[in-house]
């Protein structure tokens, strides 16, 4: 039903900011809920970031005020803004489309 191709990853200093984009193709998303989840070496994938229909946002604790999910129906895209990078948010960043489609992820390395 619908596609999604994440990007934007990179490497990025401690304290920096990234924008990572998750293109969706095939159904338009408007009104539908979209997360970001985010997956370290030797962990489990984990949620982030929620856009609800009506475009309520929710976070999980550990990048609450630091990251924002936002969404541009027209351009079927959903984004997640992330400043005050810490090392610890290295990980592979995916997007979903709840409950089985998964974006093949984009990168994010936060250095010292």
């Known amino acids: 039903q619908v596609q999604l191709v994440e990007s934007g990853g990179g490497l990025v200093q401690a304290g920096g900011s990234l924008r990572l984009s998750c293109a969706a193709s095939?159904?338009?998303?408007?009104?539908?809920?979209m997360k970001w989840y985010r997956q370290a070496p030797g962990n489990q994938r984990e949620w982030v970031a929620t856009?609800?229909?009506?475009?309520?946002?929710h976070y999980a604790d550990s990048v609450k005020g630091r990251f924002t999910i936002s969404r541009d129906n027209a351009k079927k895209t959903v984004y997640l803004q992330m400043s005050s990078l810490k090392p610890e948010d290295t990980a592979v960043y995916y997007c979903?489309?709840?409950?089985?489609?998964w974006g093949q992820g984009t990168q994010v390395t936060v250095s010292s």
């Open positions: 979903n489309y709840p409950p089985f489609t």
């Open positions: 095939g159904s338009t998303f408007r009104s539908n809920v």
């Open positions: 856009i609800n229909s009506g475009d309520y946002t």
